[in-house]
């Protein structure tokens, strides 16, 4: 089934630490339907199922382990809409330390005010409302009605539409959002004060732009969203149109560290300063605007797609305001967390934490770092301009993306690999084939005989790896193109030489391998002592 609207009306009741919702949700089915499998968390219910305005006994839904089954009274056929209205609430899962875990955080203002939000991206969007939780369960339009109590303000996602005051105080915040994200929908409850203003596009549209702050922190949160409109420019330059220009440009401050919820990105940073002069968190997440919103891979398997990309738009983002010395210093940082444990693709359907957990044998941490230096890498081999076509073909689903022309899409692994060859007009099966589905990295091997140097590619599973790799002589840069995985070099017996000077290559590191082996042993020194303690 297609899931067309899912409007849904929300209380939060903080002193309780509970939500009470009605959804009413819109399927059209895309095959006969004889019933609804829809994700709700246990804890909440459902206490009332009607469908097409009509209530169904309690005998024709059952929601044992968060999948509520809903038995229609009639089947639907193919092409036929449904209505189902949902009465839920309870007390919602509390989470531990988001956004690692999930849930709700039901936190404080510094003068004890309440201070809440919710996220949802690993254990799913069911924690507080009926969903379906995979990233193909995108609504086409989520339509919220958040009621608070008296003084304070529910942001979220989408345009507002409108503030209704009810006679006791409390509010109803109405937004509605086009397609997004299942886990970004997001609930974010507080005090706030608000800045707002315009961004003058590169693309002729103006976007309005919002940030909602804790009250006492007008300073930095003038500072932060300054942020916004060069952040904007960077982004519009080197991927393409804001997705979201006729919605806004949303960030709200959270308890919790970030999050990338569409057009009301989480920001949790704490205003903290860095030498690179920008605010990382809210670069990242608001990245992911293009990179997991606009273009939201199908799979999570693919969700390098969203992390590798909005990594490397980070020393991205510093070359761009700085040029090559920050870029190369915040690659280099990077470098030293890649971990070459499990691939990167699997090639196989999986879950969130199957991606995310490195102890459920996923790639963990790897689709950020490791997929920031495959994309430099692959810079480096194609150049700047196939690089940036690659890029906004990938997001966008064309070459000339213009506000208006284009929609928020699915895309893969395989359909990248695909862009780069439409793009390059060459296969380049053989990078991807090393980088995302082997766990190892290549390694270059260099042999000295007498005025002679030997350079050869040693890729995991003896797979091809032709990578031209430059070389330093004296001084002086050669490359060479290494056709076959291997190359030769004339050079004087007592040259220096260096390999790959501007480590343009990502691939097997002695140094790094034992500063790292190095460093997880202090780590285990550091708790054993702790231990005894
Ligand atoms: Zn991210």
Request: glycine share 10%.
């Amino acid at each position: 089934m297609r899931f067309d609207v899912a409007d849904l009306a929300i209380e939060v009741l903080p002193e309780m630490r509970q939500l009470k919702g009605v959804a009413t949700l819109t399927f059209t089915a895309t095959a006969p339907l004889a019933r609804l499998v829809i994700d709700l968390d246990t804890n909440l219910g459902p206490q009332g199922i009607a469908i097409d305005g009509k209530a169904l006994p309690a005998s024709a839904w059952s929601n044992p382990d968060g999948q509520l089954t809903i038995a229609l009274p009639r089947p639907i056929a193919k092409g036929g809409t449904v209505t189902t209205t949902i009465t839920y609430g309870g007390t919602p899962h509390v989470a531990v330390r988001a956004p690692w875990d999930d849930g709700m955080v039901w936190s404080q203002t510094p003068d004890g005010r309440p201070w809440i939000a919710s996220t949802a991206e690993g254990y799913g969007c069911d924690l507080f409302w009926p969903c379906l939780d995979f990233p193909k369960g995108e609504p086409g339009r989520v339509d919220l009605h958040i009621t608070v109590p008296k003084g304070l303000k529910a942001p979220a996602n989408g345009v507002l539409v409108g503030v209704d005051t009810l006679p006791d105080g409390r509010t109803t915040w109405n937004w509605s959002a086009k397609s997004p994200n299942p886990y970004s929908v997001a609930l974010n409850i507080g005090p706030y004060e608000e800045i707002s203003g315009t961004y003058k596009s590169r693309f002729g549209n103006e976007i309005p732009m919002f940030y909602w702050y804790l009250p006492g922190e007008e300073q930095q949160a003038k500072e932060l969203f300054a942020e916004f409109a060069p952040t904007l420019d960077f982004y519009e330059s080197v991927v393409g149109p804001y997705p979201f220009g006729d919605e806004k440009v949303g960030v709200v401050e959270t308890p919790h560290k970030g999050m990338e919820h569409q057009t009301i990105n989480a920001y949790g940073n704490e205003y903290a300063k860095a030498p690179e002069g920008f605010d990382w968190l809210f670069q990242h997440e608001f990245g992911h605007e293009w990179f997991g919103n606009q273009l939201t891979a199908a799979n999570w398997d693919d969700y390098w797609l969203h992390e590798g990309y909005e990594s490397y738009m980070q020393p991205f983002y510093g070359r761009w305001r700085e040029g090559e010395a920050r870029y190369a210093a915040m690659m280099l940082g990077q470098r030293n967390n890649i971990m070459n444990q499990a691939p990167i693709v699997s090639g196989k359907l999986r879950t969130e934490e199957e991606v995310y957990e490195a102890d459920k044998g996923g790639p963990g941490q790897d689709i950020y770092m490791k997929g920031a230096w495959m994309l430099h890498t692959l810079r480096n081999l194609i150049g700047d301009d196939a690089f940036k076509q690659v890029t906004t073909l990938e997001v966008y689903g064309r070459p000339d993306p213009r506000p208006g022309n284009f929609k928020p899409r699915f895309g893969s692994t395989q359909e990248y690999i695909a862009n780069v060859k439409k793009v390059t007009g060459k296969d380049y099966g053989w990078f991807f084939d090393v980088y995302l589905k082997q766990a190892a990295l290549p390694k270059l091997v260099q042999q000295r005989r007498g005025d002679q140097l030997t350079l050869t590619w040693q890729a995991p599973a003896n797979l091809p790896f032709p990578m031209p790799v430059e070389v330093q002589v004296d001084g002086k840069v050669t490359k060479l193109p290494m056709t076959g995985g291997t190359g030769t070099l004339a050079v004087p017996a007592n040259a220096h030489v260096v390999l790959d000077p501007w480590d343009r290559i990502l691939k097997q590191n002695d140094a790094i391998d034992r500063y790292q082996a190095y460093m997880k042993a202090q780590m285990a020194k550091r708790a054993a002592a702790a231990k005894k303690e």
